[in-house]
């Protein structure tokens, strides 16, 4: 018996803990984790330095070890001179890049391959941009579980290396990640292979939504005023603004913490989330013809859309679009500030900042988090 549930996220369905879900039978929409337990205490963090240290408020049954491999607990490094030159009163880069296989997405695969593993699938396929066909390697290595990815050929190599490096079942696809979920699904639907795509499962976001927590318990229980993410798929953005109303219900934080503005950031060359935001849509259309070389940028339909426009707008915040050449600046320029190998998306992100600081729509008494998601050693070939 699980102590949660799974609510849709658009309609009224549920269904148990126990099931091996994807997404609503009804609407087609993902399904969310909400729990069914007494209110966690903040003294039952467990004694153990990775993302599971927040065990329980997260989907693991009490006897069950979760699939592993270390992920989270990564650093939140302050950068004042940063914050002056942006014009904010302080500035951290939460950096992911540290984490297993050099990217944030080590964190919802593993609570994702957790899951499913526990639920007997025969193996795991997911499309990817790159880091997510990375982790999920990994973790369908410590899982014993085999894994079929599919990857557009335009991947950074690095990535691909470490794909096959690692034992899985690549498949290069020509096109966006969009064309590889495609394939991914019909080969689920044939082999009986668990689909781990983005949204498709309820897990992938309560890995990621450790992220802010982490940022909240790093802050010593406060959250800043505005987080900044790169977004793509989206999972991160919509997982940590799922937690923070958990933390404010759990009394992990206070009830009368403010929280942070929410930000998108998005290359000019795809950027779907930005476009529905600044036309008030509650849905994005997809982008046509993606280009950016900020790989994990490149995601033209996001199934998350309605939940990411959903934090914005509840959040107050912004989203913004970078063309490539300013996030190579921006990238490069945060790198020799902070000496974090950053990665484009990063770049991304502390680009979106500093503009939106600069008009004023981020103010110059903010306390901002930049994410930088990955590793820019994933990029260079």
């Keep these: 018996m699980t102590h949660w549930h799974l609510e849709c996220s658009a309609c009224a369905h ?76 302080r500035l951290w880069v939460k950096d992911e890049g540290l984490n297993p296989t050099a990217s944030f997405k080590a964190r919802g695969m593993s609570a994702a ?42 991947t950074p190599k690095p990535i691909l290396d470490t794909i096959a490096a690692l034992g899985a079942d690549l498949h290069l696809v020509d096109g966006h990640i969009g064309d590889a979920g495609k394939q991914a699904r019909a080969f689920a639907a044939e082999s009986g292979y668990f689909d781990v795509s983005t949204l498709r499962e309820p897990y992938r976001i309560e890995g990621k939504k450790t992220m802010g927590i982490e940022v909240a318990e790093q802050l010593g229980w406060r959250l800043p005023t505005h987080i900044v993410y790169p977004t793509g798929g989206g999972t991160g953005l919509i997982g940590m603004w799922k937690v923070f109303a958990e933390l404010r219900s759990y009394g992990w934080i206070s009830a009368n913490e403010p929280l942070p503005r929410m930000v998108v950031a998005q ?88 503009q939106l600081a600069a008009q004023g729509a981020i103010p110059a008494d903010a306390e901002v988090v930049v994410f930088n998601t990955g590793s820019g050693a994933s990029y260079r070939f």
């Excluded at 009804?26 to 909400?34: A, E, S």
């Excluded at 600046?329 to 190998?341: E, N, V």
């Excluded at 484009?344 to 502390?350: D, M, Q, R, Y």
Aim: neutral net charge; glycine residues 10%.
């Design 267 to 354: 290359s000019a060359g795809c950027a779907p989330m930005v476009r529905a935001f600044e036309q008030g849509a509650d849905h994005a259309t997809p982008w046509e013809n993606p280009e950016t070389y900020a790989s994990g940028l490149r995601v033209p339909g996001p199934l998350g859309d309605r939940l990411i426009l959903r934090a914005l707008r509840e959040s107050g915040g912004f989203a913004r679009a970078v063309p490539d050449d300013q996030i190579r600046a921006a990238t490069a320029r945060l790198a020799k500030a902070s000496g974090i190998d950053v990665c484009p998306e990063g770049g991304c992100a502390f680009a979106a900042a500093e």
């Design 113 to 154: 391959v957790t899951r499913a593993a526990a639920l007997k699938v025969p193996g795991f396929v997911v499309p990817t941009a790159g880091n997510a066909g990375a982790a999920l390697s990994a973790y369908g290595v410590a899982a014993g579980l085999p894994v079929r990815v599919y990857a557009p050929r335009t």
């Design 14 to 89: 549920t269904a148990p803990g126990d099931s091996l879900a994807t997404v609503c039978p009804q609407c087609g929409q993902p399904y969310l984790v909400r729990y069914d337990m007494p209110v966690p205490r903040l003294d039952t963090i467990a004694p153990r330095w990775d993302m599971w240290r927040y065990r329980s408020i997260m989907p693991l049954l009490p006897e069950e070890e979760p699939v592993s491999l270390g992920e989270g607990a990564t650093p939140m490094q302050e950068i004042p001179e940063l914050a002056r030159a942006i014009g904010v009163r």
